[in-house]
């Protein structure tokens, strides 16, 4: 059976069909502010509590899950915040097509699909690919925030970042597993409560680089991926 997609009709959420390439994100918020993603928001825990430590920043919320995204419009509205937008996208895809260069201050990416099969692991999102193609999305001195309850994706991650040119380590080690003042999003307090570690990892990339698009040489799977209405609840 066919399951029916609710439809979204909250003032904070932006179809993509409303999107021009790229998009002009000054004018869908009304203010220009820095501009902030997070990938794979869920049901929008992590990301009212950071929007509203930062009134500062604008954030797009994204999320291929559609009943994610419209408990994380319900969560912006019931908290009253003009500073969040959310998309029902694919990251690769809403990267290629409507974000500019350099034009992220911060990426944040908590508790992604582990993919814990050792024969899956290469559909996880954050692979080598996607941590340098994100240098040519984040501006100098963008932050890269990874959190992960698995701890094989942890290390993996933990791996890739100090051979990429052009992100620095913010944190004494590879990763830690408490970061103070980091909001605590669904998944995250899920493993917290059961005792269960989630390893935490903050990178910059360095004010010097200047993105260029060597970055995006190597083609990324899924890269042009769009979500039919049909796959996703
Ligand atoms: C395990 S859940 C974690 C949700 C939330 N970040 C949290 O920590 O509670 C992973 C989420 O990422 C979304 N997701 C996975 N791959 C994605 C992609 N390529 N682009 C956008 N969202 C993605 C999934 O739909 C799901 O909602």
């Known amino acids: 059976m066919t399951q029916r997609m609710i439809e979204i009709t909250s003032p904070y959420f932006i179809a993509e069909g409303q999107l021009s390439e790229p998009a002009d994100w000054t004018e869908i918020f009304g203010s220009h502010r820095p501009l902030a993603l ?73 508790c992604p699909d582990p993919w814990p099969k050792k024969r899956h692991r290469q559909r996880r999102l954050v692979n080598r690919e996607f941590l340098r193609t994100l240098l040519y999305y984040l501006q100098p001195g963008g932050e890269l925030y990874f959190s992960t309850d698995f701890v094989d994706y942890a290390y993996d991650v933990a791996d890739l970042l100090p051979a990429i040119e052009g ?32 390893h935490f990892i903050h990178y910059r990339k360095d004010e010097a680089l200047r993105a260029d698009e060597s970055l995006l040489a190597e083609p990324l799977p899924g890269f042009r991926v769009r979500w039919s209405h049909a796959q996703n609840g």
């Open 38 to 110: 997070e990938i794979g928001c869920g049901i929008g825990d992590f990301m009212v509590q950071l929007a509203a430590r930062h009134p500062e920043t604008n954030f797009l919320a994204i999320d291929i899950y559609n009943k994610g995204c419209l408990k994380t419009c319900r969560k912006i509205e019931a908290a009253g915040l003009d500073n969040v937008r959310v998309l029902r996208a694919e990251a690769r895809f809403l990267l290629a097509h409507f974000i500019e260069r350099e034009a992220l201050c911060g990426v944040y990416i908590n």
């Open 167 to 198: 992100y620095q380590n913010r944190l004494a080690k590879p990763f830690v597993l408490d970061l103070p003042g980091y909001p605590r999003s669904k998944y995250m307090r899920r493993f917290l409560d059961l005792g269960q570690p989630v």
